[in-house]
């Protein structure tokens, strides 16, 4: 099934549902893990036999020795944070530089971009939407204003010194003109980055011919998004999103593979809803439920540290996300986090104004007015953690899972049922695809 040789797997809610977990586990079905957006702001956690992982921009795929990880042209790249985690990985063990690529095409994020952003989210009256303050955001304000950096660029030095003293001249005077900061050395930044960028050189290349050859030479390779659906820059809750293409459009425009040699389309998605940071929630518990989820689940953020906001699963949403993304198959993550619940709320429509309806609003007002019509299922009130196969679940475990597959109209494909690598359900046909 050549047609099946590529897959896009993302989160289908706000992040945060376990996707370096699942992308680790089916890293073993592919020969390339390619990231296709965001930087280092998206922290992937794996564990492997009770060994701790946090990757923020390096994809999960390098996890397996055999397996050829690829950072795409639609990743904003901080050099600095890029070499302590292949350090972080040589330190574990792990040899990086024969299946580690870098985007000779990937933007490149400066000390300036994390100064103005930093700034702007602590200015008095502005409004904060919760950003990491990593200089996602102003990385790529300046790429689409065409006046950043490229990585094959940063290679070249005397282009690199031109655009860091033209670009802290620009960046100094408007952070001080507007958040009185302080201004940034562009000598000191120079040195810096140069000598970064005679350690990043070795990992650099044209991932878009890479990728096109390893799909043309009957390679699987596997797309990790960054983020969560509802965060993507076009179709998430607008403003409070990233500021990249986190829906599965990203992975054609983040890593230059056209659109018919996708496969097909694997969303992520917890037994529960998580949000960090501000914007729209509507099923957020506001109980002593949310803390058992939070302390069972470890909901704290894995680059931030924040704690996430809890929620039950909202099915609008999720349909919302597997149109947009014409997702095919979901992956439910933190099955075992729900153990102790006696029961489940699930919201399966909105209430709008009186009206029934599965609209999204586009308008983040919109969100005020909605109240979640929930639908409550019987929880399974014992230990599903470890479990390896769907029938060895609980009868009501198996019962939400079929509630969710038949209300999202996406298929279950695998069930994660506990942090490690090895505890994992694996639905017959998946396998299949997996194996085709």
């Not at 562009?186 to 040195?191: C, H, I, L, R, S």
């Not at 005679?198 to 390779?221: I, M, S």
Request: proline share 5%.
């Amino acid at each position: 099934m050549t047609q099946r040789r590529s897959a896009v797997i993302l989160g289908a809610q706000w992040g945060d549902e376990g996707k370096g977990k699942i992308v680790d586990v089916l890293s073993e079905h592919f020969d390339v893990v390619a990231r296709y957006a965001g930087g280092h702001n998206a922290g992937h956690t794996v564990i492997i036999s009770g060994k701790k992982f946090v990757l923020q921009l390096i994809p999960c795929g390098v996890l397996r020795p055999e397996c050829v990880g690829v950072i795409g042209n639609g990743v904003v790249l901080d050099p600095m944070a890029f070499l302590s985690e292949v350090r972080k990985l040589r330190e574990a063990g792990l040899p990086v530089n024969d299946q580690l690529f870098v985007s000779n095409r990937a933007q490149v994020i400066l000390p300036y971009h994390r100064m103005i952003e930093l700034a702007a989210e602590t200015a008095p009256g502005r409004m904060t939407i919760g950003t990491t303050r990593r200089g996602i955001g102003p990385a790529y304000e300046d790429k689409i204003h065409r006046n950043g950096l490229r990585v094959v660029d940063l290679l070249n030095p005397s282009l690199l010194r031109t655009h860091i003293n033209n670009a802290c001249h620009e960046k100094n005077t408007i952070a001080h003109a507007l958040f009185g900061t302080e201004p940034l050395d562009p000598k000191q930044m120079y040195e810096d980055y140069a000598r970064a960028a005679e350690q990043l050189a070795p990992f650099v290349t044209d991932t878009a011919a890479l990728l096109n050859g390893a799909l043309r030479d009957g390679k699987r390779v596997m797309f990790e998004g960054a983020q969560g659906a509802l965060l993507d820059i076009d179709h998430g809750t607008y403003p409070f999103v990233t500021s990249s293409s986190a829906t599965a459009g990203g992975a054609v425009t983040g890593t230059g593979v056209g659109p018919t040699r996708i496969g097909t389309v694997i969303g992520v998605t917890k037994a529960y809803v998580t949000r960090v940071g501000e914007g729209p929630f509507p099923t957020e518990i506001n109980d002593s439920s949310a803390e058992l989820l939070r302390a069972r689940g470890q909901e704290y953020g894995a680059v931030t540290g924040r704690p996430r906001r809890c929620g039950w699963l909202d099915l609008p949403l999720l349909r919302y996300s597997n149109m947009i993304n014409g997702t095919e198959w979901l992956v439910v993550t933190k099955m075992d986090v729900m153990d102790e619940c006696a029961e489940i709320p699930v919201c399966t429509h909105y209430k709008i104004n009186g009206k029934l309806t599965d609209s999204v609003p586009a308008d983040i007002r919109g969100f005020d007015a909605i109240e979640p019509v929930y639908t409550t299922l019987t929880g399974w009130g014992s230990s599903t953690e470890g479990i390896t196969a769907y029938d060895e679940l609980p009868a009501a475990a198996r019962a939400y899972l079929e509630f969710l597959e038949r209300e999202s109209g996406a298929k279950i494909g695998m069930v994660s049922t506990g942090p490690d690598r090895d505890q994992t359900i694996t639905m017959p046909g998946f396998a299949e695809v997996l194996s085709a």
